[in-house]
C-alpha cells in the first residue's frame, strides 16, 4: 500500500522557534484500495490537533518538516476538503449550488455539476432541502452539517478532513450524524481525519485513535480498534464498546500526566 497522507518532521512555532506548539511530529496513513481509513485524532486543547488538519488541507504551512498527499506536497492541483464546527455554507447560495461548488470553480457545465450534487444530496438525506438557501434557521445546524460534508466528499471523496463537525448539535442529531458519515465512509472509501474530544464519539467512529500529548506536542499514543464494521446504536452497548471506551479514557488520562509531568 502506498502512503496517501504523510507528515514529516513537522514543527509549529509562533515565535520564532523559541518555543514550540508542535515538535518532532510524524504520521503516515496509507491508502487501503476499496476500504480507506478511518482515523481519529484525540488530544488536550491547545495541542494542535486543529493546526495538522489545516496542514493537510493546505490551509497552513508548518514552521518545520514536510506535507505530502499522494507523496506529492500539498498545493492547489489536490486541495483537500474540511468540514468545520462552524458551519461553512455560503448563505447566499441554495443547498444544490453550495454543494456543487468545486465542480463549479472546475468549470464543469451547470447540467452535470447539478446531476453530481443531487446524487450526493440524495446520499446525506437532504432531498427535498436542495433549492433553499444553506443558511439557519432555514436549515437546521445538522443540515448545515449534512451540505458542508456533501460540499465536500463531491470535491473529493478520496480524503476528508472533519475538525470537531459535531461538536455544536444536539446529542440526537450528534448521533445521526455520526451513523451517517460511518454509512457515507463505507460507501465512498474515503480517508478520513476526524478530530473530536468525544472519547465515545471516537471509539464508535475510528479504526485508529491517535492520542496527542501537550506542547510541544507530537502522537503520543495509538490504539487500534477493533469493532464489527457495522457501526450501529446496538454495538454503543456491547462489552466490546464500552470496555474500548474506558481503555480509551485511561490512555487519555496517562498521556494528560505525562504532559504535565514533563
Known sequence: MTPIIQLKDIGQ???????????GLNLTIEDVPDKGQFHVILGM???????????????????????????????ES????????????L?????????????????VNKKERTERAMEIIREVGLLGHEH?????????GGQLQRVAIARSILANPGILLMDEPF????????IQMQELIHRLWEKFHSTIIFVTHDISEAVFL?????????APSNFERMIKINLPAQRNGLLKRSPEYISLVQQVEDQMMEVSNLGQNR
Open 78 to 89: 489536490q486541495r483537500v476538503s474540511m468540514v468545520f464546527q462552524q458551519y461553512s455554507s
Open 167 to 174: 461538536g455544536a448539535l444536539d446529542i440526537k442529531t450528534r
Open 13 to 23: 512555532s509562533y515565535d520564532g522557534g523559541k518555543s514550540w506548539i508542535i515538535k
Open 132 to 140: 433553499k438557501y444553506a443558511q439557519y434557521p432555514t436549515l437546521s
Open 206 to 214: 475510528a479504526d485508529e485513535i491517535h492520542i496527542m500529548k501537550h
Open 91 to 107: 448563505p447566499w447560495l441554495t443547498v444544490v449550488e453550495n454543494v456543487a461548488l468545486a465542480l463549479n470553480f472546475q468549470g
Open 45 to 75: 486543547s491547545g495541542s494542535g490537533k486543529s493546526t495538522l488538519l489545516r496542514y493537510i488541507a493546505g490551509l497552513q504551512t508548518p514552521t518545520e518538516g514536510h506535507v505530502l498527499i499522494n507523496q506529492k506536497p500539498v498545493d
